[in-house]
């Protein structure tokens, strides 16, 4: 099957799946005016098959068919592999002001995650299962989502220890060629537009847990699964100005298996509680990188707009000001200049074969991002001053009696008169001081992993011992 | 007149006045979907005359006609005052779950800044005019916002160098009886629904400023005013789990005056260039320790459940939750802390007779729940999780066929059973992820000054001479 | 016995205590090089009595006696004692430059603590041992230091689970009338020149660590005591310029307790386990303000210094300085604003009818001063250049060829000459740079408990329940 | 000439220079109990060359003669020549413990930007002069210090605005074949134990100030120049645990010239005054990668005597002691990884030819380590405790009745017995909590350039325009 077009995936959408958003059940999620922002975002990972320029980035060739399949697909097993998913991916965003089509990226993040597993651990089922998934999702050109966070209950407890037994999805039944699971997978992002789920362990299990630790893969439409998706943002807005570009943007479902039947050859973990934990981190180093390329299209344009706000409020020169734009430039090129750290030094993840970018420094890369968002916020908002928040709205400016008014009382300094500064600021409000901007904020910091997981793997990835022997070297300890 | 009820209060704003919002006409403010949220918020300042309990605060009898009046209308001519103020506005924010009602406390600290200005400058007929102008508040028992911010164009220019006259409200006309104002103020609180809007100027002027060296009160019912108001939540919101207390509130508006023809006798400044960074920095000074104040509520509020969603999410004895803890009670408590003191140490301002807390311990509060309030936000979403922006919404929990999936699998830990955690998780999206948090953040940095104004009045009001020549004797300079 | 003078004081020191420092026994600690500064630092607090501007402050009649004692050993059996002693304090402080006299607040911090846990068991031979040792210490006109902290060892273990039976003070043998006790107390300032030292416990016990919980009070001269000294700064330093005031600092000590025998009637704790960390917490407690105290005449003092470094660089109106200077500010006034905050709220510690200064506030303004005393010394470091490392010594200065060299480039802006500048360079880099700076950084760290320490009470402390039954009442969960 | 060994290097600074220290004259700067530190430091720049390991790394051919030369002198005319030095010098910094030999790294820094400039001028002359300096360097393998800060007097004034003319180093007198030069410079390091003195303007200069724009090199021992040294560290000190290895360090001095004669063939920048500013960047260009660079060996060493401290004291797993290692890990890393992505992408320097790490990573680079070391001392101080400053001395320790109370007494946790733990601590306290703790606290902020510098030159090195076209572009506003 040749790589498909965006319009071939949307029509590929239109199935079975159980979606509901507000309380109403979806009839085609590509109709749907939330989802579709989500739907056309999601198309740009086909768009880019199709882009001439970008064609060498995203297309290769199936190792054995010979056909065009997406470059996502890739077996990273050799060390160059990462920056080739890091231009990739930056293009993606870069092409979708920032918001990662995804619908891609953190399917075959998994895929690499479980792979490495199933190498570590050396199960040869586990790992053509796998291999085998990844050929059928590069040749059927497949849209994938990553279901990974369960909803937990009491998160001090254990799986089996919870009050409940369905706060973890779990194995209810087996037979020869099936599992039957149910549960509830919590924050997952695009699953209502991807054409497969994949479901893996978020925690470290022990034995009583063996019945959670389960990694497979399913088409979203399959009987027994049912999406409640939340929107990051209000479709129904008019308050904004209009853009150039249609808006951008993702939207979570809490997933409900109820009683769903897995076929055991797309089943990757099967009770091996041992390996849960090691799935979840296998994923999390090859997803982690991914978010890092990210956020850097998405920072430098909000670093743009707080500039463009102090020149639209003529501030740009003001000693306060300036001090702002060296905290956000610190802040953003930071981020990029660790990226680039991350990349420079590829790791073989647990000797598997498989190369990520270097986890430690991706970690802390994580880490500069979540850890300082909200100062960065803070300082736009601080330049962009009252207006965000009070600024009139595109209704009042489309209004015969009230134009008038803005236009001779809004305008800023230079270039920026009435309609121009209010279009900053329209879309400065979205970004920053929406409900778009909470999720924002808040996604900033759980995406990709909390701080008390960061902080735990960096402990973990620090080379502690090397620090310590050379510092009882110095003071002439014996070792 | 005696004290109004709230009904009465309401009945008075059902006048010709001219309010738009969401780019329509409102025909009467207490029915707006938007704005009554404003307007019972403000009621309360109407209520607590009325409220047994609080009586002895809120009310007292007017020196001269003996009739009962509001406390707020009270010449703090005695340092007592000062904490007597603080007693009062606290009991409104405790009622209004924090939400200050506004209409009477900024108009006051309006009222006792100019009349400070007055009597420092020595100016018995302006001092006259402020004086009756508030008996005749307090007699009438009326509301009043105050707008300060003008539109201000190009920022580093002053009013009479932007590249138009009209960034800055100015006087256009004079006759021997009135004044004629035109221009813009921003970001004007409540003042769409206050019976009074009294206008000072918002900065340091030049004599070529003149004409923009103005302060005076007006109906804001009187012609030539137009108010573009702006909401700060949603009105439409079905999202959010209904709460047992009313939505509370603020609109801010974008006031123009065209051609506004404003009484003598209501006027406080006319032309006096030199007196018009007094007024606004006289005006601070009273309204800087009443944001103080009102943020005590809040902030106890918002620590509360930041610490409910750790126990709903079972996490609360976690070191990493503990840790965010401190942080957050450090804030808050600190908040009340540096209130405590400044209202220790009353300071007559400016030798006027008429006392504030003290200006530079005010300030430092200011700056310390402005600095630190974004932190504290990213504290609170770290410990509520990635469930503060994924949460099902209200009208899924309304859905026959969902609600059993959200029973069966939305619980969290101890008595938190599924409606609690999404009843909490749907009040802290409103507060700490929505546009109402977004304009709250905004808010906290630039309402009562922004940064770097309180900055500067830090270095202007501290003991730097103080400090300097203890250093001198100690390492033996000359003073 | 009246009042003693600061000669009485030190003629008093010169017995047979055991004190080494670098090495070598001290013959006499109040001719000492470096003991003989804190011997004139804690002198103050003899000279305070006698100080006739001071004298109402410092003086009180003894309530059975009617003689003239300190006022230190005022029981705080009222609110406003804590103001008093408060106010007692700061003098002593400003008059010594900042740093503590010491030897009477320590002291009668621990016997306040020891009173109000005697007060709190009800146990009245304890308190009646305790007011009597008061009146003992008053009426004799003693010095008295504290011997709180353990040396230790694993610190992750209590007392007797360690691996050596010595890392706590312990009660080795017991007789009728007396107790042995063998141990070492760490850090234990001015021991080695108070005529008394008293020793409380420093954690938690268990009934495993009852031979531990002991509090007892001893003549530092007593057989079996001996002080290993650590100085904080260079005696022999000659780098200096000279300074018209003293040298002020104190001393540490290693205290040594070898089979001490201690009279019952000095004892005010034997083995009740339970009580043990109620003695460290009462006493810190109390201590804790005395710290928050002590800390505004020297924050002051070396706000100073930073500001005087940008005069002499001639920096002062930059505007990345002036950003320094309201970190610096705000840094200074902050604590003194918590120290009144604290203080306007006495509380009866515990029930026992003796007054602290607010716990919670107290807490608050430690953590503050303790948390960002770094980036205040970083800032005044940032201001005062290179020339705080750099700068050509005292000796240089005095060189005949090297003198002129100096005069002609070390001039700074405006009145400062170069030895003036140098002068200036000298004392900062003693306070900003060197050992004692080292020294300070350590101690405001961890004198009067470690952030660990902090976290915890201000855990403990603070009214979290009314915090989440507000949030709960406002979101409508039961309470 | 063949490449020195270290004692031909020290054979080579026993001349007639003029170095004094503490007041006074250095016969042998060799020899001298502070001096002989630095000089032993500096000597492993020799010892490098015939260290059979390091050679390839130390050691090249010269193009012309073929002679072995030190690496420090190639011509970085390609991109991985930064790569290249960045290993040379971190070799070299491991080997010292931290301690940058120095004597070749900023000589050559200064080296690479002069001949930067002269290329960039397209000055031939200039460009041969240094060019041939370069080699006279490297034949006869010399060790060189930069002389960059001027004392500078009042900062708010330029050269020539100064009330003295002496505050900046200026040409007094001109001969055909000389310059004659007076003035002082500050903060000079190594330049005591160099065999050259490099001098180049320290910033921005106009016409007027014209004289002051001169860079040359000359001879440590030459006529007319006097060096005041400065100690940042106790040579004399018997306090501190004899460790292994040599104590390491460098002396700074102020280096006054008085009518210092300079032949025109050193002389690289004459009057050209509008070059000034750039040879101060282009220096701080090449030398602030150095400075990131020897920043990581000094930073893996201080992480582990932190994480080793808290194993002595039995700590290392407390939650709140693992906080911190997440700091000064995240600390240490980022710089590691920040230096990492500087050189992946080096930067052809003004389109001059040479060869930088990439300025903007490197500024913030730098920026990263200067603004968080204090927090980081303040970590390490908290996990070491008290004993960090109390710590009993060596002295102590060596004397007969005291090492068994010490013995007994002093021991912590894991395999830390009294003398390993009170060694441990007192290499802390040399490190964290001494007068050289406060010189590199200073030098970590002001060394290769102050936090003012850094601000300015990232906003200036900073892709500005880039950002905000990009968001231009997305909110639909003109470019």
Not at 207 to 231: L, S
Not at 288 to 301: D, G, H, S
Not at 368 to 373: D, E, K, L, P, T
Not at 466 to 474: D, N, V
Request: aromatic residues 10%.
């Amino acid at each position: 099957m040749a790589l498909r077009s965006a319009e071939e995936y949307k029509q590929g959408l239109r199935d079975d799946r159980a979606v509901y958003i507000l309380g109403k059940k979806v009839a085609d999620v590509t109709a749907d005016p939330y989802l579709t922002v989500g739907v056309e975002t999601a198309a740009y990972d086909f768009h880019l098959a199709h882009d001439e320029e970008k064609r060498d980035l995203a297309v290769m060739k199936d190792a054995e068919s010979g056909e065009d399949v997406s470059s996502y697909f890739e077996v990273p097993d050799y060390p160059e592999a990462v920056a080739k998913r890091h231009e990739l991916i930056k293009a993606a965003c870069y092409h979708t002001d920032g918001a990662l089509p995804f619908v891609k990226d953190v399917g075959t993040d998994i895929i690499n995650g479980l792979s490495a597993v199933a190498r570590g651990m050396g199960n040869d089922t586990y790992r053509d299962r796998i291999e085998n998934y990844r050929k059928y999702c590069a040749r059927n050109d497949l849209s994938m989502s990553g279901a990974v966070t369960d909803v937990k209950g009491d998160r001090s407890k254990g799986p089996s220890e919870q009050d409940s037994p369905d706060y973890y999805l779990r194995i209810v039944d087996e037979t020869d060629d099936e599992i039957v699971v149910s549960g509830a997978k919590a924050h997952i992002t695009a699953s209502a537009y991807t054409d497969e789920i994949i479901v893996i362990p978020t925690r470290a299990m022990t034995e009583a847990d063996a019945d959670y630790a389960v990694a497979f893969a399913i088409p979203a439409a399959t009987k027994g699964i049912t999406q409640i998706c939340r929107p990051s943002f209000r479709a129904e807005d008019s308050y904004h100005f209009p853009t150039p570009r249609p808006k951008r943007g993702h939207i979570e479902a809490l997933v409900i298996f109820d009683e769903v039947r897995v076929p055991k050859d797309r089943v990757f973990l099967l009770r091996e509680w041992r390996a849960a934990q090691y799935v979840a981190y296998a994923f999390s180093a090859f997803h982690r990188f991914t978010a890092v390329t990210y956020k850097i299209p998405i920072l430098e344009y909000l670093t743009g707009l707080g500039m463009l706000a102090a020149d639209a409020n003529g501030v740009s020169k003001a000693s306060n000001v300036r001090d702002r734009f060296v905290s956000m430039i610190n802040y953003t090129e930071t981020t990029k200049a660790l990226a680039r750290a991350a990349l420079s030094e590829p790791q073989n993840f647990g000797e598997s074969g498989l190369y990520v970018a270097n986890c430690l420094t991706s970690n802390i890369a994580k880490l500069h991002f979540a850890s300082n968002f909200h100062e960065f916020v803070r300082n736009v908002q601080d330049i962009a001053g009252g207006l965000l928040v009070t600024q009139p709205t595109y209704q009042d400016w489309q209004h015969d009696e009230l134009q008038p008014y803005l236009k001779r009382y809004m305008g800023g300094a230079g270039d920026f008169d009435a309609e121009a500064r209010l279009k900053l600021m329209s879309t400065m409000h979205h970004v920053f001081a929406s409900d778009f901007a909470g999720w924002h904020e808040v996604c900033t910091i759980h995406a990709e992993g909390s701080f008390a997981t960061q902080n735990m793997m960096l402990l973990a990835e620090a080379p502690a011992e090397m620090y310590k022997s050379k510092a009882r070297e110095i003071v002439g300890l014996s070792a």
